[in-house]
Every structure is written in C-alpha cells, then in structure tokens.
C-alpha cells in the first residue's frame, strides 16, 4: 500500500452522499468527469423509488444516484475489491481518478481541500501529543534505572 492511499482511506464517503453533502454533487456533471461509459442498471434496488445505478463491469465500478427536487445527485461509489474498508467496496472519488478527466480531478482536489487541511492539522495535533508523551516515557524510564542502580 501506497501513502496516498493511507490519505484516501481517511476521506469521507459521506462527503458525496446526497443526505451526507452540504453540496450535492449533481449527476450530470459527474457523468461529464468520467473517462468511462456507464450502463444504467434495470433491476438496482430502489429504481421505483428513484435511485439509479450506472455501472461499467470492465473497470469493476457501480455509481448510485438519486433524484431530490427533481435533481439526480450522486450518492456513492462502489470500485474494486473492499479497497477503502475490510466491508464493502465503497470508495472515495479519488480511488477513480484514473477513470476522471482533469476537470473531475480538480473538481474533487477542491471539493475535498477542507477535509484534507482537517486531517493535516490532526495529524499534526498527534504528532505534537505522541512527541509529548515520548518526552515523558523517557523521564519514566530514566527514573526506573537511577532507581533500578540502587536496588541491583
């Protein structure tokens, strides 16, 4: 595994959902990102309700959307095998960006900028509580041998 995929196991799958977004991602624009064609599912659950499924079995991809105000939206994105957790194969956008053009890439590098600077700064936040307790491991185990001199 790759750095840049420890990143993307990190980045909500809700962030694209359409009861998860604060900004629903239309379909039709997403449709415009994909390098790929899609197929439009005929039997997906909840069709009669109105969510599609588009898939392209070659690349192993399914994308689901649904409709609100009479807007289809995206909802998710299924790709390859359990690649972002050990349960399902829903992913992030950027696990398909091999599949986007560089409209979709930068689209999304956008979309997601806030979550990536939270994880930066938590990452750091972590780094500075680990260096801390590193710190004070030490002072303990310095202790623990003065004291250690006295009793061997």
Do not use: C
Request: proline share 1%; no cysteine; net charge positive.
């Amino acid at each position: 595994m790759n750095k840049i995929e420890d990143l993307y196991k990190q980045l909500s799958l809700n962030a694209i959902t359409i009861g998860g977004s604060k900004d629903p991602i239309a379909m039709k624009d997403f449709l415009r990102f994909l390098s790929v064609k899609t197929s439009i599912s005929r039997s997906n659950l909840g069709k009669d309700s109105g969510w599609t499924e588009r898939y392209n079995q070659e690349e192993n991809l399914v994308i689901t959307s649904g409709t609100l105000r009479g807007v289809e939206y995206l909802d998710s994105i299924q790709f390859g095998e359990k690649l972002q957790n050990r349960y399902n194969n829903y992913v992030s956008p950027f696990y398909i960006f091999h599949l986007m053009n560089s409209a979709g890439k930068s689209f999304f590098k956008k979309y997601y900028v806030e979550e990536i600077r939270s994880l930066v700064e938590s990452a750091k936040e972590n780094v500075v509580k680990a260096t801390n307790q590193l710190k004070k491991e030490k002072m303990t185990l310095k202790n623990i041998e003065k004291l250690s001199k006295r009793l061997i």
